[in-house]
């Protein structure tokens, strides 16, 4: 018997915040701005906000180098401004749901300054200070995912600190339960006032081997990830943040964790005992045009993306449940990915059914309902994602050809993702009546949230219908998942089933036309095609020819 709950039965839109809204004319996204357009979020049809990091932070990588977890960055507003956001989306039936980011803190974090004054500090042990084989030679071969190796030297404690990501980063030690009980505080400060949930941000990493041996198996920007990915106190650490906070609050959690296989989710998210989180960000379906990171590009795998979306789906049924997602702030457009520029409206819609309809809960990324593109802007230095230019890096450091390279990087850059937001076609995109922060995409004429407002046949009126049908249809959350023409180059086929009822979800990867056949025992006839991305949908021999990214979806 399925275990239902409100998680199960939500979407949620995520927040970038700085590329959100501006309420206050300085050019940045904020607060006010979220509290200016709570009524447009209510209007998707969804039930809950993540909001991407919004804690002080000095932006190293953009609020996930956190100075102060307990307060709000003066960019976007104060603790006051937040609880007014807080309690108009409750208001209007709306969770909300902060990132948690305790791999690592900012190097201004006063935990971490306090840590560099002495080996006796009551601090030193927060984080992982190492002898090195002096100077030049760090404790081991770690590199950081961020910029070269993962070890920075101290010259007044004779000392260097770990750092997975930026050097500005420095990773706790959650081995010290003084962490851990200051991560409980810190959960237990949001939960107090309102919060619904986290999203915790690299959850896996939290666990170091003991010793921190040097890797035998270089790896580029990689070097050392067995000896923390999935650590060997994870799992323990989560279920004592469990025990301690979390089950005393009618709470939400979803983590994220990097080269995730089902088997390894379903350590985390299994219903039952050993359960320490709802649901687990996969990556794999987003590994369909590149290897590993979006900046290592290759053309795009219907066949590859099919099999990631179906491993999860049959993997996780029926004991745990699937996290949905197309875009966030960490990977580029999607239709400008897997869909097409040239049919940006029925890719977008196609893009939309391809994954609202599977089992799980889905999360839409802000701009993604009017469908935003890439940006692809004309140097390097107009960039500003840290780890797109180590990529960058490392890929000329290799010998890859300087203008090659370069494309690499407009493709795969996260600031593809962290452009603002195209309200309108007023000056800069009705974002800010200052200058922005970040270059607004020069197509927002034309794409942009306001004209799709009345349009019947906009994306962002689909994504409405969609998510509105979802909950209406509990076919779509409960049901069970068979894929179908597994083999297809071009078509994604699945069915969902719950009871009497059938969903039928056809979607066509291509411009080309393809012929589509209805699986051995589905009659389309009996059907009822409740959405498509074209007029005129006729069945003729129980199935049609598509058109340039045809979408159709049909309820029984």
Not at 72 to 98: C, S, T, W, Y
Request: with cysteine; glycine share 8%.
């Amino acid at each position: 018997m399925e275990n239902k709950t409100w998680y199960k039965e939500m979407s949620v839109y995520q927040i970038w915040c700085r590329s959100f809204c501006d309420g206050n004319g300085d050019g940045i996204g904020d607060l006010w701005g979220v509290l200016s357009k709570l009524d447009y979020i209510k209007s998707l049809g969804v039930d809950g906000i993540w909001f991407s990091p919004i804690y002080p932070s000095p932006n190293a990588d953009y609020g996930y180098d956190i100075s102060d977890y307990k307060n709000i960055h003066p960019d976007f507003g104060n603790l006051e401004v937040f609880k007014q956001v807080l309690d108009g989306a409750h208001e209007r039936g709306m969770r909300v749901f902060m990132d948690l980011v305790i791999n690592h803190t900012s190097d201004e974090h006063p935990w971490f300054i306090e840590s560099k004054k002495g080996k006796d500090n009551p601090y030193h042990d927060y984080y992982f200070w190492r002898k090195g084989k002096g100077k030049k030679r760090p404790p081991n071969n770690w590199d950081s995912l961020f910029e070269g190796g993962a070890w920075e030297y101290d010259e007044g404690l004779d000392e260097w600190y770990l750092h997975i990501f930026s050097k500005k980063q420095p990773d706790l030690n959650m081995d010290n339960p003084k962490v851990r009980e200051e991560v409980k505080s810190i959960m237990r400060f949001w939960l107090d006032m309102g919060v619904d949930g986290f999203r915790e941000d690299v959850i896996t990493y939290i666990s170091k081997v003991d010793g921190l041996p040097s890797a035998k198996v270089k790896l580029p920007a990689a070097t050392g990830m067995q000896y923390y990915a999935d650590g060997p106190r994870v799992h323990e650490y989560l279920a004592e943040f469990k025990r301690d906070v979390l089950d005393f609050y009618d709470c939400f959690t979803v983590g994220e964790g990097s080269l995730m296989s089902t088997n390894t989710a379903l350590g985390y998210v299994q219903e039952g005992e050993n359960q320490v989180l709802n649901m687990m960000i996969s990556f794999s379906h987003m590994q369909a045009d590149c290897l590993v990171t979006d900046f290592i590009q290759r053309p795009f795998s219907l066949t590859k993306l099919k099999k990631s979306l179906s491993e999860w789906q049959n993997g996780l049924y029926p004991n745990a449940w699937n996290c949905l997602y197309l875009e966030n702030h960490d990977h580029p457009r999607i239709i400008s990915r897997y869909g097409s520029e040239k049919y940006r409206v029925e890719s977008g819609k196609m893009l939309a059914a391809s994954y609202l309809f599977l089992r799980g809960t889905p999360f839409v990324y802000q701009g993604q309902e009017i469908g935003m593109l890439n940006n692809y802007l004309p140097n390097l230095e107009d960039y500003r994602d840290i780890m797109m230019k180590n990529n960058y890096r490392i890929a000329r450091k290799l010998g890859l050809p300087k203008k090659k390279v370069f494309e690499m990087a407009q493709k795969g850059t996260r600031d593809n993702a962290r452009t603002p937001v195209q309200w309108s076609n007023e000056k800069n995109a009705g974002f800010t009546e200052g200058t922005p922060w970040f270059g607004v995409n020069p197509n927002y004429p034309e794409i942009n949230a306001e004209s799709q407002l009345e349009d019947e046949n906009s994306l962002l009126n689909f994504y409405r219908k969609a998510l509105e049908f979802r909950k209406e249809n509990e076919v779509c959350i409960y049901g069970d998942y068979k894929e179908h023409l597994k083999n297809s180059k071009d078509l994604y086929v699945y069915e969902r089933n719950l009871g009497e009822r059938k969903l039928l979800v056809i979607c066509s990867f291509t411009e080309k036309t393809v012929r589509f056949d209805a699986p051995e025992g589905i009659d389309l006839d009996e059907g009822k095609q409740v959405f498509g991305n074209y007029e005129s949908c006729f069945v003729i021999g129980n199935g049609f020819t598509t058109r340039p990214y045809e979408m159709r979806v049909y309820l029984f």
